[in-house]
């Protein structure tokens, strides 16, 4: 059983910068691949990025590759995401998910509650 609890949301103007972090408890937090998704109002979950469980192989979205940086510390069981340019279209309510590396929902069986990230124009 893994529990995760993101931090680190708030209101940004386009152009900033923000960085996301999720503490996993439970001892196999470093078994699992860890990812970030959103979602914003009146549409679906959509994958943001993925890092495997020792941190050398991480995936993005084509919409934030190169903007979004992925990253953990097996020994804090933290996974965090770096968010740089920021753009309105980042707007979202941001999970973070703990499973089999992927890019699909349906992989990852342990979910957090969600942090808010707007981006202002």
């Known amino acids: 059983q893994v529990q995760l609890v993101e931090s680190g949301g708030g209101l940004v103007q386009a152009g900033g910068s923000l960085r996301l972090s999720c503490a996993a408890s439970?001892?196999?937090?470093?078994?699992?691949?860890m990812a970030w998704f959103r979602q914003a109002p009146g549409k679906e979950r959509e994958f943001v990025a993925t890092?495997?469980?020792?941190?050398?192989?991480?995936y993005y979205a084509d919409s934030v590759k190169g903007r979004f940086t992925i990253s953990r510390d097996n020994a804090k069981n933290t996974v965090n995401l770096q968010m740089n340019s920021l753009k309105p279209e980042d707007t979202a309510t941001y999970y973070c998910?703990?499973?089999?590396?992927?890019?699909?929902?349906?992989?990852?069986?342990?979910w957090g509650q969600g942090t808010q990230v707007t981006v202002s124009s």
């Open positions: 439970g001892r196999t937090f470093s078994s699992y691949a």
């Open positions: 890092i495997n469980w020792s941190g050398g192989t991480t």
């Open positions: 998910a703990a499973g089999a590396f992927g890019t699909y929902s349906p992989n990852y069986h342990y």
